[in-house]
């Protein structure tokens, strides 16, 4: 098991350096450099603006120094004027797209799993037929289908929660401050609710499986409580397919974040990588697609490992 | 239908059974079941009207009406009317006509990106499957790393490097085949490249899996050739679910252009995608609500009946993983 995980943990290396490297490539063949904008610089000012970011080394010189500087962790600067740490950047954006990720990841979980427990238990009755059309109506749902919707119901109509936006301040709840749970709440469902339905749908095919086993009979058969026998015995090992989909679903939506960023203004990574792909900021771009590369590098790993934790039999 | 006492009267005959199923071959049982599920059938009957109605819209004035990118400053924000069916949008151009034009182009994405995907998927899944260990494991290395690569990131970054190209045949305008515009073929590509990876990972799961079956063998030791083998026994048996993954993948892709249409990597003005009419529809929610109803139910209809058609399907080709 320890032997796994050290060599799954190191496997992540050359995916990243990969990523690192297409990354590379696919940023530099974009039409057009950095420098190039509406208005047009001159001569000198273009040479000495290459120089100060080290644009003017050959693309092989370039690509060794980058690798060099990602060993340490350095991401270099952003090239778009601001002159600003890529790293600190980063750092400062990723709570609001983690805040968002993590609210619809335990949104879609919590939902989900509930929903798929209860219409297994009761097949083809009233319970079951809603689990079952949510979940169908969900997969044609995506964030930016029902972030709309959404938003006429509830913000614009019935004026329940605020129409998205930054003005007061997204992911402060890494500090604890939760005071904007309405600006939180229409994201959140926006972008959980696919996920939601996907994970129910799963976990009530993954119940019906288990419930028809022998052994969830000879529970029933031994008079234990109808609670244990859903709870301790189904559904712990109804969870173990749930679990696989889980760790792709949670990278999906920290990055899916994105799309929800980019239009309601949410001051997140998404935001910040669609822009710096408009104006080519290479640096931001590297380092924003590293971010997210080795997030979900990790989760898969971590899932991959916590699989075998739930599933005894499994053995690597 | 026959009654339960009849069928234990006559024999059953076994000869006329094996010439019956042989009559009704693979593609026609299965097409038979699919005629079956009711909800395949009208996801299939509604999805045809859809596209029918695009692609005439495209040729034939009197069903597009208005031009979609006439701006008709008279008639701003309007709701629905006989003159505009679904209403005018703030720069006053008919939302029918731009609903027509946006749902075709998001169709011939999802179709477009799905062959692209086929071509490519089938090649590596049968390269890995077929061509030796070495191959396989460098194949698969590069699946798994393309599923590494956040999805929605290399999409973007792919669509930003193969804009304003100049190709070696094509060049840098339109390419020469009806219909297909430059950002058209830009988009497709950059969704295909990056959504390859199920379709051929599941072509070399089938093919090493049928690679061992007697019946390969057996032809094998009939003297037929490895091409032989491959492109009658093979392919075909790979077939069935290669299609249902197809299926699938359409409503993924245009759930893809829509999605950068939506944050406004689109196709440009004053062209339109579902998912940009949606992304405009957004702002102004406050003052003219219908605008963005239509591309939002038209993405949630194309969505839902692929799925339910792909569901069709998959039963109709593998009874064996009907619920």
């Not at chain 1, 500087?69 to 400062?92: H, Y």
Request: aromatic residues 10%; contains cysteine.
């Amino acid at each position: 098991m320890l032997q796994y995980a050290i060599r799954r943990t190191l496997g992540i290396i050359p995916l990243l350096w990969a990523i690192a490297t297409i990354t590379f490539v696919l940023m530099h063949s974009i039409q057009g450099g950095p420098f190039d904008s509406d208005r047009p610089l001159s001569e000198t000012q273009r040479t000495n603006l290459e120089r100060k970011y080290g644009l003017d080394d050959s693309l092989p010189v370039q690509y060794v120094t980058y690798l060099k500087n990602l060993l340490t962790l350095d991401v270099g600067i952003t090239t778009s004027g601001s002159d600003r740490l890529v790293k600190d950047i980063i750092k400062e954006r990723m709570g609001v797209s983690f805040q968002l990720g993590i609210a619809s990841f335990l949104f879609a979980s919590v939902f989900g799993l509930t929903l798929g427990v209860v219409s297994s238990l009761n097949q083809n009755g009233i319970g079951d037929y809603v689990g079952v059309f949510i979940a169908t109506i969900g997969a044609a749902m995506p964030s930016i289908v029902l972030a709309p919707m959404l938003t006429i119901w509830f913000a614009v109509e019935l004026g329940w929660f605020n129409v998205l936006s930054s003005e007061y301040g997204f992911g402060g709840w890494l500090h604890g401050d939760f005071s904007n749970w309405r600006q939180v709440v229409l994201p959140t469902i926006a972008l959980g609710f696919l996920p939601m339905a996907f994970i129910a749908r799963i976990t009530r095919a993954s119940m019906l499986e288990v419930l028809r086993q022998d052994y969830i009979r000879t529970a029933r058969a031994k008079g234990l409580r109808e609670f244990s026998v859903v709870l301790r015995h189904s559904a712990k090992n109804a969870l173990i397919p749930v679990l696989t989909v889980l760790g792709p679903i949670f990278a999906g939506l920290i990055v899916g974040s994105l799309v929800i960023e980019t239009k309601f203004a949410i001051p997140g990574l998404g935001n910040e990588f669609v822009r710096s792909v408009l104006i080519r900021d290479y640096n931001l771009i590297m380092g924003v697609t590293l971010f997210f590369a080795v997030i979900i590098a990790f989760m898969n790993l971590f899932v991959d490992l916590l699989y075998g934790f739930a599933d005894p039999r499994i053995r690597y | 239908m026959s009654s339960p006492s009849q069928a234990a009267v006559q024999p059953f005959d076994f000869a006329q059974e094996v010439m019956h199923t042989k009559q009704r071959g693979l593609w026609n049982q299965a097409w038979h079941r699919l005629l079956h599920n009711k909800l395949a059938v009208i996801s299939g009957f509604l999805l045809l009207v859809i596209i029918t109605v695009c692609v005439l819209g495209e040729y034939v004035p009197a069903i597009q009406r208005h031009d979609p990118s006439i701006q008709d400053y008279g008639h701003i924000e309007e709701g629905p009317s006989a003159q505009f069916w679904l209403g005018t949008d703030s720069l006053g151009r008919d939302l029918w006509a731009r609903m027509l034009q946006a749902t075709l182009f998001s169709l011939k994405i999802g179709i477009g990106t799905q062959l692209v995907i086929l071509l490519i998927g089938v090649t590596v899944g049968m390269g890995a499957a077929l061509a030796g260990r070495l191959s396989d494991t460098v194949l698969m290395w590069f699946t798994d790393l393309a599923f590494a690569f956040p999805d929605l990131l290399a999409i973007i970054l792919l669509r930003q490097v193969l804009l304003n190209r100049d190709w070696p045949i094509i060049g840098s305008g339109d390419p020469q085949i009806p219909g297909m515009s430059n950002i058209l073929l830009v988009t497709i590509l950059a969704i295909a490249f990056v959504g390859w990876t199920t379709i051929a990972r599941l072509v070399r799961g089938q093919m090493l899996s049928i690679k061992e079956l007697d019946y390969i063998t057996a032809a094998r030791s009939m003297g037929a050739s490895p091409g032989r083998v491959v492109r009658s026994h093979m392919l075909p048996n790979t077939l069935s679910s290669v299609i249902v993954a197809i299926t699938f993948g359409i409503p993924l892709a245009i759930f893809a252009e829509a999605t950068l249409g939506f944050i406004g990597l689109g196709v440009p003005p004053p062209d339109a995608s579902l998912g940009s009419l949606i992304g405009q529809g957004l702002d102004t929610i406050q003052t003219h609500r219908i605008e963005i109803i239509w591309p939002t139910l038209m993405v949630a209809s194309l969505m839902l009946c692929f799925t339910f058609l792909g569901d069709g399907m998959r039963d109709a080709i593998d009874p064996r993983t009907r619920r």
